[in-house]
């Protein structure tokens, strides 16, 4: 199974059938309203968890590898909570 970034990085063809797919269930509205109020949440926790790292870190090198591993975490609580 190919992870869904990667639809944004195919042209073409090769990015409209992954993309066809996609939108039959991610973008009617009815859908998206259904989880407005738990992604706004998990949104807001993870502004909260970006402020508590931040004053942790003490250079760029940690800062740059500790945002990649809270943004990591971040999409997986967002694709956790979707399905």
Known sequence: MQCIVC???RQ???WYRPR???SRKMLPLNEVLAYVDVMNQVAD???DRLCQVRHQLSD???TSA???HE???WALECTLRYQ
Do not use: A
Request: aromatic share 4%; glycine share 4%.
């Open 7 to 9: 639809v944004e990085s």
């Open 12 to 14: 073409g063809e090769e």
């Open 20 to 22: 066809r797919v996609l």
């Open 45 to 47: 926790d993870f502004v």
């Open 60 to 62: 760029l090198n940690d």
């Open 66 to 68: 500790t945002l990649e």
């Open 71 to 73: 943004l990591l975490q």
